[in-house]
């Protein structure tokens, strides 16, 4: 692939990550200050990173056939999009727990708080990884989304101990590991994003 293309395609990669991290921020936002106008506007960027992904997609798909590096990185839209998803996802249950007067524990609270920062280093790292593609920066992109994988499933297993200690009401547990799950999710596809971008 010429150099100008694949540099044009690199900039769209990382617009689309930055767009997660941005409904991650305004998820945050949300979270922290009940705040449902940020839960539109992550929205909105969902929608945003859906019509780019399909746009980009086709421009590698019909580069792929003459071109190895088109090929290679032929899946990382879409998983950036399974990123949005997922934050979807959390985006969703942030909605409920806004919309429902959820209680959340002050533990819950700090560990959500943690999942969302914690997901915005990671693709802040990811997209700065898309940039330079540099393998010590993709090999801390992988490192960190492990880390946060690993995180996610802590915080599940304690919420689940508290829930059986009557700590915290069903409904809210419900909603909050759905929340963690999602998170997971997002760190496994960032994961998987990069892993292409490094050509393994």
Request: glycine fraction near 4%; charged fraction near 30%; proline fraction near 2%.
């Amino acid at each position: 692939m010429p150099d100008e293309a694949m540099k044009a395609i690199k900039k769209d990669l990382y617009l689309l990550i930055h767009k997660a991290e941005q409904m991650l921020e305004l998820t945050e936002d949300a979270f922290m200050k009940n705040k449902v106008g940020s839960l539109d506007q992550a929205e909105s960027l969902a929608r945003e990173i859906r019509e780019r992904e399909d746009a980009l997609t086709e421009k590698l798909a019909k580069l792929a056939p003459t071109d190895n590096t088109a090929r290679a990185i032929i899946s990382v839209p879409v998983h950036i999009e399974k990123i949005a998803v997922s934050i979807e996802r959390v985006v969703s249950n942030v909605r409920i727990k806004i919309k429902e007067g959820l209680l959340f524990s002050d533990k819950a609270i700090q560990e959500t708080s943690r999942m969302l920062v914690k997901g915005k280093e990671v693709l802040k790292k990811a997209g700065e990884a898309i940039v330079t593609a540099s393998p010590d920066s993709l090999e801390t992109v992988r490192i960190e989304c492990d880390a946060m994988i690993r995180l996610a499933n802590d915080f599940a297993t304690t919420h689940e101990d508290r829930l059986v200690a009557g700590e915290c009401s069903p409904k809210a547990s419900s909603n909050y590991l759905c929340m963690l799950y999602a998170f997971e999710d997002m760190a496994s596809h960032a994961k998987d994003a990069v892993k292409k971008l490094s050509g393994k």
